[in-house]
């Protein structure tokens, strides 16, 4: 892992810094307590599904759960609805996106909600995108958590203005989609060698929004600060991977800013990083380790549900334990 500040060039972590940035993380974590009630260690909301792609919106979904999520909704059309709801009775599945009442119906769930997560099997139809740059504009004006990924990313590189500038949003692009994203913010095309300094440049061009260039090494900046999860993941590149990052990374957000609102003295951990940066980093290093576990099981025959059953192995090893 690496870290690097506006102040310092890039260096590469020695064990005790990475078993900081660590410690921030664990620090974040809900505590599991008979006191807690339902909902409060996370109600994430998943904003995408439609024909085409229903099993994007589950694994993000699931995936928010397995993290440590209490409650999981999806925001999909009619036609996504039957069989989101048939992959799970865990999921709240509501089929409105494409309804011509939906701002008004998903305003009265999302005061609810912690974090929305945007993107995964949304597809690209024209009225549902207005329709979701409706629900990012009400969501930041009520300052909600934001991750978004997948068709999402469309709709940002389309129109950067509905995220820009919001310092509770995560985007988490590919190489693809960064690029694509790149080069309508910055009017050139990303220099491959330059990750991390063209990723900084991208979060400052969206006014400090957290970017995460997914890869062989998931690059993090929120314009500001950079972290490097250059854990070992897995050669299989089985679809889907994106999607149970962006449900996970949904849960860690919550988390990592509500510690940062409760942290109340200045020297505190928490105060290093801003939330976005420690949710991302986190989530992409128990992906990235999920991905290696799944891997070792099964070999070429993984696929995207693997990953589910290797999220509660990594988060324990990675956060509950005292050491990696």
Not at 8 to 25: G, H, T
Not at 149 to 166: Q, S
Not at 256 to 264: E, F, I, L, W
Not at 304 to 310: G, Q
Request: aromatic share 8%; proline share 5%; with cysteine.
């Amino acid at each position: 892992m690496a870290w690097q500040s506006s102040k310092s060039s890039l260096f590469k972590q020695n064990e005790s810094q990475m078993q900081a940035v660590l410690q921030m993380i664990r620090a974040t974590l809900p505590p599991l307590a008979s006191d807690r009630h339902k909902g409060q260690s996370g109600r994430i909301a998943v904003i995408g599904g439609c024909f085409e792609y229903t099993g994007a919106p589950y694994f993000a979904g699931i995936s928010a759960l397995k993290t440590g999520g209490d409650l999981s909704h999806i925001f999909c059309t009619a036609d996504a609805g039957i069989p989101i709801k048939c992959y799970s009775p865990e999921l709240i599945v509501h089929p409105i996106l494409d309804h011509h009442n939906a701002i008004n119906i998903f305003d009265e769930w999302l005061p609810r909600m912690h974090c929305l997560v945007i993107g995964p099997g949304l597809g690209r139809d024209d009225e549902v995108v207005e329709t979701v740059k409706k629900i990012i504009a009400k969501a930041k004006a009520k300052n909600v958590n934001i991750v978004i990924d997948a068709d999402g990313l469309y709709i940002v590189t389309k129109f950067p203005d509905v995220i820009k500038g919001y310092k509770f949003a995560i985007l988490t692009p590919n190489k693809v989609e960064f690029s694509r994203l790149y080069s309508a913010l910055m009017g050139e095309t990303p220099e491959p060698d330059l990750s991390v300094s063209n990723t900084k440049d991208l979060a400052k061009a969206l006014g400090n929004v957290t970017v995460v260039r997914k890869g062989y090494h998931d690059v993090i900046s929120d314009g500001v600060n950079e972290l490097v999860c250059d854990a070992v993941g897995s050669p299989r590149r089985c679809g889907g991977q994106g999607d149970i990052l962006s449900g996970s990374m949904g849960t860690f957000l919550h988390w990592a800013r509500a510690s940062k609102t409760q942290a109340s003295k200045p020297s505190n951990r928490l105060n290093d990083l801003s939330p976005t940066l420690l949710a991302a980093y986190a989530a992409c290093l128990m992906v990235k380790t999920c991905s290696r576990m799944a891997f070792e099981k099964n070999g070429r025959s993984m696929i995207v549900s693997d990953l589910i059953d290797a999220i509660h192995p990594s988060f324990q090893s990675l956060y509950e334990n005292s050491k990696l």
